[in-house]
């Protein structure tokens, strides 16, 4: 189920479900460790001795943010019950602190009996053994721990209506049973596996309103959650809301970028798409694919990884869009983990450490390196993009020695020496195994941004590498294009597990946009050009919903038997990339123009707070797999900064002078 509404400070991350349920809870990391675990928190009302969770299909709910802001504005309304509530969320931009203030109106006229109700469902630490709940007399709170984490729930003048008790453990489903009559019996203390539910009980007067504040405090030691509830409780939290929605309105717009090329629907997307994607990314460094659990419900994993490669060209958006303070961070992290051979493994946690795999480090009885060559390649193609925008001459040079050069030595070597392609490596797709030709074209731009590190340093290793470079990108040309079908491969792949010789596949496969993306080739060469039309014609998804499949007979996911007409299911990267293509090969503003058809398909398979998954339903385009996708909505900013810059270069061909930045600020 998407996340509709991710919340975060770089350190706290709290993402709803569709039905504005807490399902997803990390700390100190952003994806680690979850203390929800996909299971939801539940948020209630009883009504004059009427009971309805709110995510009963007699509320209507809209899940929105504040404009240009990380601050939601959610409205739930249910006229068979005469009640519109309205919420402002947020998790304060500076403290710990995950706050929701509430307003209760009644749309009769008569008086109203009314019990709201906040369930904690944790599992402290990705687990629910051992956790302690208990109700704090001294500060009116009930507090969840285990070892050294901490989570205050509190209400402004403090919580008088509560049950703690045991969860998912014999017959014992949880304490939100007990709220079901409308009143909880206030029991103070349990241990194992625990939930609580906390109650505030008012009446209304004939079409009259409430207020109150709902927070969760998040620290390390009691006494740290302890002082942050007493700030709140001193009248903290509309002070906290404002500070925090100002703080990301500042954010977004500190570039103060000249968006008027753009629609208005554009505009919204690309800022909404900024802010999202700051949700997914810890301070520590690390840029997360994506924080929506509920996958690991059927794969027993999850995104909420760092990937290099998702990583290196979510930083090269961000990049584009002058947030380099992030991106400096992220690479110093690559830099810290890459290996002493100069290889980036599969993925890794947000704290750093190796995560999962299912990349083998033996392949038919012989020794292999479970990488996908491209993860390495791209960080130093990012790298160089950052450094052209930034020219952040001492941050680059503390990583030339142990980042730059290590991983290009890597790229330099892995090279089968009668070809000049890299060796085999696992796709960017994560399926197959070979020399594919997206690989192939990162590890050329791989080299070549080392070259450039190395003629900027004086280092005489960029005679090497800038000759590397050209000798994959030959290659490439030879190896890579098939005459007769007068397009690029997806690659040279091993059809089985078993098989010891690599064939050639003809597949048409999104990936192949990196022939002109990152500098390879140009956009205009006739052999890229015949690419890209084989790209539009089959892998468009050919009924109502449209958008790009990510190739030819895509089963990831598929809802139903993929074909010529479905080759799979449209996803939100494929369809901008072939944006990309038209950005770059547009000679006109006119031209320019047409290719926003592509953002416009984006936009229109948005949820409602413009939060974007990985992929759509071909048959009736809901989203699918997991959101929000950080590499979604950084490519949304990507293919913003390209058509802006491509705009400066068209008008200037003109004699028009068009700044991408306003003049004053």
Same mark, same amino acid.
Request: glycine share 6%.
């Given at each position: 189920?998407?996340?509709?509404?991710?919340?975060?400070?770089?350190?706290?991350?709290?993402?709803?479900?569709?039905?504005?349920?807490? *399902?997803? %809870?990390?700390?100190?990391?952003?994806?680690?460790?979850?203390?929800?675990g996909?299971?939801?928190?539940?948020?209630?009302?009883?009504?004059?001795?009427?009971?309805?969770?709110?995510?009963?299909?007699?509320?209507?709910?809209?899940?929105?943010?504040?404009?240009d802001?990380?601050?939601?504005?959610?409205?739930?309304?249910?006229?068979?019950?005469?009640?519109?509530?309205?919420?402002?969320? %947020?998790?304060?931009?500076?403290?710990?602190?995950?706050?929701?203030?509430?307003?209760?109106?009644?749309l009769?006229?008569?008086? *109203?009996?009314?019990? +709201?109700?906040?369930?904690?469902?944790?599992? +402290?630490?990705?687990?629910?053994?051992?956790?302690?709940?208990?109700?704090?007399?001294?500060?009116?709170?009930?507090?969840?721990?285990?070892?050294?984490?901490?989570?205050?729930?509190?209400?402004?003048?403090?919580?008088?209506?509560?049950?703690?008790?045991?969860?998912?453990?014999?017959?014992?489903?949880?304490?939100?049973?007990?709220?079901?009559?409308?009143?909880?019996?206030?029991?103070?203390?349990?241990?194992?596996?625990?939930?609580?539910?906390i109650?505030?009980?008012?009446? /209304?007067?004939?079409?009259?309103? =409430?207020?109150?504040?709902?927070?969760?405090?998040?620290?390390?030691?009691?006494?740290?959650?302890?002082?942050?509830?007493?700030?709140?409780?001193?009248?903290?939290?509309?002070?906290?809301?404002?500070?925090?929605?100002?703080?990301?309105?500042?954010?977004v717009?500190?570039?103060?970028?000249?968006?008027?090329?753009?629609?208005?629907?554009?505009?919204?997307?690309?800022?909404?798409?900024?802010?999202?994607?700051?949700?997914?990314v810890?301070?520590?460094?690390?840029? /997360?694919?994506?924080?929506?659990?509920? +996958?690991?419900?059927?794969?027993?994993?999850?995104?909420?990884?760092?990937?290099?490669?998702?990583?290196?060209?979510?930083?090269?958006?961000?990049?584009?869009?002058?947030? $380099?303070?992030i991106?400096?961070?992220?690479?110093?992290? +690559?830099?810290?983990?890459i290996?002493?051979?100069?290889?980036?493994?599969?993925?890794?946690?947000?704290?750093?450490?190796?995560?999962?795999?299912?990349?083998?480090?033996?392949r038919?009885?012989?020794?292999?390196?479970?990488? !996908?060559?491209?993860?390495?390649?791209?960080?130093?193609?990012?790298?160089?993009?950052?450094?052209?925008?930034?020219?952040?001459?001492?941050?680059?040079r503390? /990583?030339?020695?142990?980042?730059?050069?290590?991983?290009?030595?890597?790229?330099?070597?892995?090279?089968?020496?009668?070809?000049?392609?890299?060796?085999?490596?696992?796709?960017?797709?994560?399926?197959?195994?070979?020399?594919?030709?997206?690989?192939?074209?990162?590890v050329?731009?791989?080299? *070549?941004?080392?070259?450039?590190?190395?003629?900027? =340093?004086?280092?005489?290793?960029?005679?090497?590498?800038t000759?590397?470079?050209?000798?994959?990108?030959?290659?490439?040309?030879?190896?890579?294009?098939?005459?007769?079908?007068?397009?690029?491969?997806?690659?040279l792949?091993?059809?089985?597990?078993?098989?010891?010789?690599?064939?050639?596949?003809?597949?048409?496969?999104?990936?192949?946009?990196?022939?002109?993306?990152?500098?390879? =080739?140009?956009?205009?060469?006739?052999?890229?050009?015949?690419?890209?039309?084989?790209?539009?014609?089959?892998?468009?998804?050919?009924?109502?919903?449209?958008?790009?499949?990510r190739?030819?007979?895509?089963?990831? !996911?598929? !809802?139903?038997?993929?074909?010529?007409?479905?080759?799979?299911?449209?996803?939100?990267?494929?369809?901008?990339?072939?944006?990309?293509e038209?950005?770059?090969?547009?000679?006109?503003?006119?031209?320019?123009?047409?290719? /926003?058809?592509?953002?416009?398909?984006?936009?229109?398979?948005t949820?409602?707070?413009?939060v974007?998954?990985?992929?759509?339903?071909p048959?009736?385009?809901?989203?699918?797999?997991v959101?929000?996708?950080?590499?979604?909505?950084s490519?949304?900013? $990507?293919?913003?900064?390209?058509?802006?810059?491509?705009?400066?270069e068209?008008?200037?061909?003109?004699?028009?002078?068009? *700044?991408?930045?306003?003049v004053?600020?």
């Amino acid at each position: 189920m998407p996340r509709d509404i991710p919340l975060s400070n770089g350190r706290l991350l709290v993402c709803f479900d569709k039905h504005y349920q807490i *399902r997803d %809870f990390y700390y100190p990391h952003i994806g680690q460790d979850n203390h929800a675990g996909g299971y939801p928190f539940k948020f209630g009302i009883w009504i004059d001795g009427y009971f309805e969770w709110f995510n009963s299909p007699h509320w209507h709910k809209e899940l929105k943010y504040r404009e240009d802001s990380l601050v939601t504005e959610v409205i739930l309304t249910n006229h068979q019950q005469g009640l519109e509530i309205i919420c402002n969320d %947020f998790v304060d931009y500076y403290y710990d602190i995950y706050a929701r203030c509430i307003k209760v109106k009644n749309l009769w006229d008569k008086e *109203r009996d009314i019990h +709201i109700f906040f369930h904690h469902d944790y599992r +402290i630490s990705g687990s629910e053994v051992g956790d302690t709940g208990i109700y704090n007399p001294y500060t009116k709170a009930v507090i969840h721990y285990k070892t050294n984490r901490y989570f205050l729930c509190g209400l402004s003048d403090g919580v008088e209506h509560y049950s703690i008790g045991a969860k998912a453990l014999g017959n014992a489903e949880g304490t939100w049973r007990d709220a079901e009559d409308g009143w909880l019996q206030n029991t103070p203390v349990t241990q194992g596996s625990v939930d609580s539910t906390i109650g505030k009980f008012f009446k /209304l007067k004939a079409y009259e309103s =409430f207020s109150f504040d709902y927070w969760i405090c998040v620290g390390k030691t009691a006494n740290e959650v302890n002082d942050l509830n007493g700030q709140m409780v001193a009248g903290g939290t509309e002070v906290r809301l404002k500070m925090t929605e100002e703080y990301w309105r500042l954010w977004v717009n500190k570039e103060n970028f000249d968006l008027s090329p753009l629609p208005d629907w554009a505009q919204s997307l690309f800022k909404r798409s900024l802010l999202v994607v700051r949700t997914q990314v810890d301070d520590d460094g690390a840029i /997360l694919a994506a924080n929506d659990s509920d +996958i690991q419900f059927t794969y027993k994993d999850h995104y909420s990884y760092l990937w290099p490669r998702d990583g290196a060209l979510v930083a090269q958006a961000l990049d584009q869009a002058r947030y $380099e303070s992030i991106t400096q961070k992220f690479y110093a992290l +690559i830099g810290r983990i890459i290996t002493p051979e100069g290889y980036l493994l599969h993925k890794y946690n947000p704290d750093g450490s190796l995560a999962s795999s299912w990349h083998p480090w033996i392949r038919a009885g012989k020794p292999q390196l479970p990488i !996908q060559e491209d993860e390495t390649a791209l960080v130093l193609w990012g790298l160089w993009e950052h450094f052209k925008i930034h020219r952040d001459v001492e941050f680059v040079r503390s /990583l030339y020695r142990p980042l730059i050069c290590r991983a290009a030595d890597f790229l330099l070597s892995y090279r089968d020496p009668e070809t000049n392609l890299p060796l085999p490596s696992f796709d960017l797709w994560e399926e197959r195994r070979g020399i594919m030709t997206f690989t192939c074209c990162t590890v050329e731009a791989g080299l *070549r941004a080392a070259a450039n590190f190395a003629k900027a =340093f004086g280092d005489t290793k960029h005679y090497e590498y800038t000759e590397a470079a050209e000798q994959v990108k030959q290659a490439i040309d030879t190896h890579l294009y098939d005459q007769g079908l007068g397009r690029f491969l997806r690659g040279l792949v091993y059809p089985s597990d078993h098989a010891t010789e690599l064939i050639p596949d003809s597949t048409v496969d999104a990936s192949l946009y990196a022939l002109f993306r990152f500098g390879t =080739f140009e956009v205009s060469e006739p052999k890229v050009k015949n690419t890209m039309q084989a790209y539009k014609q089959k892998l468009w998804v050919q009924t109502e919903v449209g958008g790009i499949a990510r190739y030819q007979y895509d089963y990831y !996911q598929a !809802q139903g038997q993929p074909s010529e007409q479905v080759p799979g299911n449209p996803w939100v990267i494929c369809t901008l990339w072939l944006m990309m293509e038209e950005i770059f090969s547009a000679e006109t503003e006119n031209e320019l123009l047409e290719s /926003l058809k592509y953002l416009e398909w984006v936009k229109n398979h948005t949820a409602l707070s413009g939060v974007l998954a990985e992929q759509a339903n071909p048959f009736d385009g809901k989203p699918l797999s997991v959101a929000p996708l950080t590499w979604s909505h950084s490519t949304v900013v $990507e293919v913003t900064m390209l058509y802006l810059k491509k705009v400066r270069e068209l008008r200037a061909k003109k004699g028009i002078v068009y *700044r991408l930045h306003h003049v004053s600020y």
